[in-house]
Structures are given as C-alpha cells and as structure tokens.
C-alpha cells in the first residue's frame, strides 16, 4: 500500500461527499481539499524521479485548486448573496447511490480498456474514471451555476490525476496548459456566475430556461 | 465439537450487559457526574426479573411472544460471532447471512410487539426503526462481504480470525473504509446517537425507546438482555477485523476483550459529543455509510 492509494481513495470518498453534502459552503472546501490532495499526487506518485518538473506541477495545482478556485467561488456566491444550499434535481441520497453505480461502472470499464504499464497504481485509472463521471453528474443534477463550476472542477480533476498517472509520457506543458484553461474556465464562469445573478436575481439555471424576451 | 468454541458464547452471555455500563460511564465522566455503577444494568436486569408483567387488554400473544423470540434470535446470532482466536460455536460457509437474518428476526418480532399495542407512537418508531434498518442492512451486508473477500471465506470465523496485520499493511485504507461503515452500522442497529438518543423520553423523536414502552418486568429484562447481545456481537465484529491475529490463543483473547472495552468508550465518547441528527439526515448518514463499504468492496478487487 504506497501513498498514491491512500491519495485515491482519499480522491474517491470526496467525490462520495460531494454527492452526498447539501451545503454550497461545504463542498466548495471539499473540492478545494481535493484540489490539494490532488497536488501532491504526483510527488508522491514519482517518488524516485523527484525532479523540479513535478514540484512545479504540485505548486501550481495547489496554488490554483486548493486557494485561488475556492477564493473565488466563495467571493462569488458572497456577491450572487445564494442560500446555502445546494438545491439538487437528484436528491442526496439518490445521488450517493448513483455515485456508487458510477464508481462501479468506472471498475468495470477499467477492465476492458487498454491501459498502459506504467501507471503508478492500478486504481489510478477506475478514480480517474469515476471523477469525470461523477463531475459531469453534478453538473446536470444540481441547479446552482455554481454547483455547476464544482462538477467543472471535479470533472477536470479527473483528468488530470489520469494525467498524472501517465506524466512519463505527457509533457509538463500539456498539463500547465491543462491547468491555465480551467483557471480562465472559472474565472469567466465566476463574472458570469455574478453577471446572470445581477440580471435575474438568482442563478438556478432551470429557471433560466424557461425564460422569454 | 470443540470444548473452546464455547468460551465466545459464555463470554458474550455472561459479560454483553457491562457495554452498556461502560458507555453510560463514560458518559457520566464526560458530562462531570459519577454516574451508575458499571453493573447498573445487571442490577436492573436482577430487580425486572422479580417482577410481574402488566398486559394492556388490547394485546395479544403476539405481544407476550416477541421479546422471548427476540431473545431468543439474539442468542442463536451469538453462537455465530467468534472473540479472537476462538472459533464460533456454530460455523459454516455463508453464516453472515444468517447473522444478518438473525438480527433483522430481532428487529421484526420487537416491531410486531410494538405494532400489537395499538399505540400510534409506537407505530411511529416502528416506522422508523424499519426504514433505518432497511438502510442499515446493506451496509452490514457490503462490508462483510468485502471481509469475505479479502478474508477468502465465507464463513464469520475464519473471515474475522484471518484478518491480520498482512491485511491491514496491504489494504489498510479499504479496511479501514469497512471499519468505518461497520461502526455506523453499530450505532445505528443499537439506537445510539447520532441515529436516536437512548436517553431520550420525547415521543416524538424516540425509535428503539419508544417500541418497547409498553413491556415491563420480566419481559423488559429479556428486551434489555437481547439488546446488551446485539451490542456485544456487533462490537465483536468491529473489534474482530480490526485486532490483528496474533497466533496466541489467550493473548488474542485479551487483545480482544481490550478492543471490545475500547468500543464501547469510543461509543461512549460519540454520545458526548455529537448531538443526534435532524431525522431527515439520517438516512443519508447510512446510505453514505453503505457508499464506503461499496466504495470499499470496489477497490478491494482490484
């Protein structure tokens, strides 16, 4: 059991939190934990080839996920001035359970793919998996734009651990790129976030929709 | 049979009501009070037992049969459950499912006994206390069945007496995640905060209390004693997969009794310091405890 599993799992259970946990505030501070998890995830993946290449990577994906992203979201459902409550379409409990069937699926799946040799740890790609699905879950089961930027972020977060995983082969600048999308990302998501908020009073996007003129 | 398959079951008959005189004294210790002796529910036990049974007229048999079956299925799931190194009096492949069966038959005949009486308030925790366990169930179930895997046995015995330092270096996390979710399933299957407060006399938020209002004397003793069991077997189970096996009988066995005694405080120490949860939130705390026994059974195949 090396330090990559226990990072894993630790990436899992906040997944398992985030489709469980009815508070905005909450699960802005999950996601943020994930981010730094996350970052340390491949100096501790590569432990025999410590290079400056990976701390970089570490530093920046802390940096950005684990202080910039929740800074920025907090300020931003400060000023939209929402409730604290996540206000789903699916309901919690629903939505662990569909984690569950997510998480198998993602094993599943692992199963039949092709995977390279070199991946630090054989769960590394079924959490990889099951944070992309699980991020693209919470974008279509909650109402908040702002639950939407976390599925965003968890969705992305699932990239890149299997990004990690895999970084003998990819290069620092794919991942630096990687990362400055999904800071532009959320920062265009966080001004509109506040632009829909001060034109509609509320930023529930299924009320959106359903607008004319 | 072996004579030392025996000693599991006289040590759950004999010691299962001193968990819950030790949690109550952690409790007091907790709050600043002395609280009642560690024997406290031995005494209560001695002076219901002398006492004669009141029987309201719109019982039936059914009423007067439940806590004796509920006794009964307590004692038939503690020839199951083995302490260290020591197998169980009874032991074969597939036995947690019985064990899971055999509670669930507690629960059933206290909820049939409750239903008996006619009174809407224990309707209401009857109601409750079947939907909770409902959920309750299935993590139970997933854990052990992670156990089983990990374990390579179906049979409670062997799958908690193999479970060894190995195991814990390998899989830790996932053990650990199993551990977890057996825990919540512990207070939840023996009304402990945060899922219902023992202490609690409200009729609108009692569960387990409020099911058994309506016994007294000798029938309360056996509802009292079985629930003593059901603590005693399910803390064997948490206790039973978390001491590694030493190899030495006697040696384990203490382990064992130490890391039973520590439940029961852990238990103790939960009590004081969380408050229950809001009903509604319930649910999701068992459904999320079945999330980590699945989320543990997953990664353990791989």
């Given amino acids: 059991m090396n330090n990559t599993n226990i990072i894993l799992i630790l990436v899992v259970l906040t997944n398992l939190k985030l489709l469980g946990s009815s508070r905005l505030g909450a699960s802005i501070r999950v996601v943020a934990m994930q981010g730094v998890v996350l970052g340390l995830l491949p100096v501790l993946a590569h432990t025999n080839e410590l290079s400056l290449r990976y701390a970089v990577l570490a530093a920046g994906t802390i940096a950005l996920k684990g202080i910039v992203f929740p800074w920025f979201l907090f300020r931003a459902v400060r000023e939209a001035e929402v409730t604290r409550e996540v206000e789903p379409y699916v309901g919690y409990v629903t939505s662990l359970l569909a984690g569950v069937l997510i998480l198998a699926v993602s094993f599943w799946m692992c199963e039949r793919l092709p995977m390279p040799e070199t991946l630090a740890s054989s769960w590394l790609a079924p959490v990889a998996f099951f944070s992309i699905f699980a991020g693209l879950f919470l974008i279509v089961s909650r109402k908040r734009a702002v639950n939407q930027v976390l599925g965003f972020l968890v969705l992305e977060n699932g990239v890149y651990t299997f990004g990690v995983g895999l970084a003998p082969h990819t290069s620092l600048l794919v991942e630096a790129g990687v990362l400055l999308d999904v800071f532009v990302a959320v920062f265009v998501m966080g001004i509109t976030i506040f632009h829909i908020n001060r034109e509609f009073d509320h930023i529930e996007t299924n009320r959106l929709s359903t607008l004319k003129d | 049979m072996n004579p030392e398959s025996f000693i599991p079951l006289l040590l759950a008959l004999l010691l299962s009501p001193l968990l819950p005189g030790i949690i109550n004294r952690t409790k007091a210790l907790f709050a600043g009070r002395r609280g009642p002796p560690l024997l406290q529910i031995y005494f209560d036990l001695g002076k219901l037992l002398r006492k004669g049974a009141v029987y309201s007229r719109t019982t039936t048999w059914i009423f007067r049969a439940g806590p004796m079956l509920e006794l009964a299925a307590a004692l038939a799931a503690a020839m199951l459950v083995p302490l260290g190194n020591f197998a ?215």
């Fill in chain 2, 88 to 302: 169980a009096l009874i032991a074969f492949p597939a036995d947690f499912l019985l064990f899971a069966g055999l509670l669930g038959l507690m629960r059933f005949f206290t909820v049939l006994a409750a239903l008996d009486t006619g009174s809407s308030f224990e309707g209401m925790g009857a109601s409750r206390e079947v939907f909770f366990s409902a959920l309750a169930e299935p993590a139970l179930l997933v854990a052990l069945a992670t156990l089983a895997r990990q374990a390579g046995s179906f049979s409670l015995s062997t799958m908690l007496g193999q479970v060894s330092g190995g195991h814990w270096l390998h899989l830790g996390p996932v053990l650990a995640l199993v551990m977890i979710a057996l825990m919540i399933v512990l207070l939840a299957e023996n009304e402990r905060i945060p899922v219902d407060d023992p202490n609690t006399h409200l009729e609108l938020t009692m569960i387990h209390e409020v099911m058994v209002l309506d016994h007294g004397g000798p029938d309360f003793a056996f509802i009292v004693y079985g629930a003593a069991l059901k603590l005693w077997l399910l803390t064997a189970l948490v206790v039973g997969m978390v001491v590694p096996a030493t190899g030495a009988s006697w040696l384990d066995l203490a382990l064992v009794m130490g890391g039973m005694f520590a439940v029961a405080v852990i238990v103790g120490v939960v009590e004081s310091v969380m408050a229950r949860l809001r009903l509604v939130m319930v649910p999701q705390l068992l459904v999320g405890a079945g999330a980590l026994a699945a989320a543990a059974f997953l990664l353990g195949l791989k």
